[in-house]
């Protein structure tokens, strides 16, 4: 078992320890526990909606499917993908400087966040499906209890997963890799002081 780890190691260099096997596992469970507690939440919520006759009536339920909710996961959809494309794409730039030693990719990208305008209609549109889920008139308690925990968790891992994707300095691998003093440096008298060279 051993030698298979020293094989692993040796054809894969840029790996880091602290990024791999066991170590990363037990890094990234609170993210799931965080998505998973988020669903329980909402979950119990329209157990408790639904206990006390407030869901919609049942006449209800085919206007909001096809109008409502339809629309609001379109708009979610469109918004979610492209925030998770974005920051992907960033991430592997960053990676790509990083292992290049390219500084000034680096520092254009290294303060790089998700706009307001993204994370606001998403925020929005997230809040206007779990609503209706919520309010929904599910034929059975189980049936609508395992909806909304699923729904609202899928959400929850997606916003949280994309805001760790967002912020390098919380990469293990961002932290190993970079050199320290890449961290300190101010951008714009950097970019400045190129400038003035020219």
Known sequence: ???????????????????????????????????????????????????????????????????????????????????????????????????????DTFLSYRDEQLPILIHLPLGLVAGVIIIFILFFPFSGEVIGVTSVFSIVFVMALLFIITRELDSYENSIWFRAKTPPEWWQIDIEEHFQDKRSTK
């Open 1 to 103: 078992m051993k030698m298979l780890w020293k094989k692993i190691d040796k054809k894969n260099p840029n790996y880091v320890l602290e990024n791999r096997h066991w170590i990363s596992a037990k890094r990234h469970v609170p993210v799931v526990i965080k998505a998973i507690i988020s669903g329980l939440i909402f979950a119990f919520a329209q157990y408790s909606i639904n206990y006390y006759g407030l869901s919609f009536k049942k006449v209800a339920e085919n206007a909001i499917l096809f109008l409502p909710l339809a629309f609001a996961f379109f708009v979610y959809v469109i918004f979610a993908g492209y925030a998770v494309n974005r920051v992907l794409d960033e991430s592997k730039e960053v990676s790509r400087a990083i292992v290049q030693k390219d500084l």
